[in-house]
């Protein structure tokens, strides 16, 4: 059997998009990922799905084996972005990052690419409100969440409100932002 040529001309970038929960980073990266010609939508929250047997969601109580978690899960999603980029699709990496050593572990293993990490940041009540009208309820009240990650992370990366976008306009917002051109499409 004659081997395949998997890889070809690297994708030019790496999108990280992030934001507290309900604030529409799958919805969004999903549509991210649909206007470019190739690309790959990897939802961190399906990798940590995968573990069937140990495995610890993040929760508000501090839980060292979830913390430890949220890593691997990262390190995989870096391991995805770099396969899906080699062979040309731009990966588009949805997760929640709120800490500063979160953001540094995705920057420091994808630095091979330009990253652009993005947070959409459409504030905790529009947060929430988005949360209890979507299939995928949490139970969790995550607002917490939007304090620590604009206290860590105001300085880095793209800040969208999208509280009153829609997702196609959260888009437009990211591509214009990112700097995105059609030749990355």
Known sequence: MELV??????????VLLSGIPGSGKTTVAAALAARFARSAHIEVDKLQSLIVSGGHWPTPDGDPEAD??????ARHACLLAESF????????????????????????????HRFHPVFLAPGPDKAWERN????????????FLDEAMR????????????????????????????GL???DR
């Open 181 to 183: 051109t059609p030749e």
């Open 5 to 14: 040529p998997i890889d070809r001309a690297a994708a030019p970038a790496v």
């Open 68 to 73: 430890r978690q949220i890593f691997l899960r």
């Open 85 to 112: 980029g080699a062979a040309g699709f731009l990966p588009v990496v949805d997760d929640v990052v709120v800490r500063r050593s979160h953001l540094a572990f995705y920057r420091d293993r994808l630095k091979a």
């Open 132 to 143: 209890n009208a979507r299939h995928k309820r949490l139970t969790t009240d995550w607002s």
């Open 151 to 178: 206290a860590e992370l105001s300085a880095d990366g793209v800040w969208i409100d999208n509280a009153a976008l829609t997702a196609d306009e959260t888009v437009d917002a990211v591509i214009e932002a990112t």
